[in-house]
Nanobody, 127 residues
Framework: QAQLVESGGGAVQAGGSLRLSCAASGRTFSSYAMGWFRQSPGKEREFVASIRWSSGSTYYADSVKGRFTISRDNAKNTVYLQMNSLKPEDTAVYHC????????????????????WGQGSQVTVSS
């Protein structure tokens, strides 16, 4: 059974950095698109970034472009989200997700596009 497990969250001051990891197991994800989403209390889950496992092509939400970097390590079956210049508004639970059918990353920015989800990792940024 497919499983995604996030790690690396925590608390940091504004301007700091964190790196989230998403370990994938239980099936072959080489043809999948992998995404990061986040959700703050009282808000809808929002798209952050995505990467195509096979090619490494990426796509970012405007709110994180230039500050966050998504990457993957094929040998470790792990996807990363490097978060720099963090702001208090980045505070949220961050979820990793996998999409089996995603022809174009630009169109895979909604929850319904993704088939598997991790349990989430809390990121708290203080001012």
């Amino acid at each position: 059974q497919a499983q995604l497990v996030e790690s690396g969250g925590g608390a940091v001051q504004a301007g700091g950095s964190l790196r989230l990891s998403c370990a994938a197991s239980g099936r072959t994800f080489s043809s999948y698109a992998m995404g990061w989403f986040r959700q703050s209390p009282g808000k809808e889950r929002e798209f952050v970034a995505s990467i195509r496992w096979s090619s490494g092509s990426t796509y970012y939400a405007d709110s994180v472009k230039g500050r966050f970097t998504i990457s993957r390590d094929n040998a470790k079956n792990t996807v990363y989200l490097q978060m720099n210049s963090l702001k208090p508004e980045d505070t949220a639970v961050y979820h990793c997700a996998a999409a089996a059918y995603c022809s174009n990353l630009l169109y895979c920015t909604r929850e319904r596009h993704y088939d598997y989800w991790g349990q989430g990792s809390q990121v708290t940024v203080s001012s």
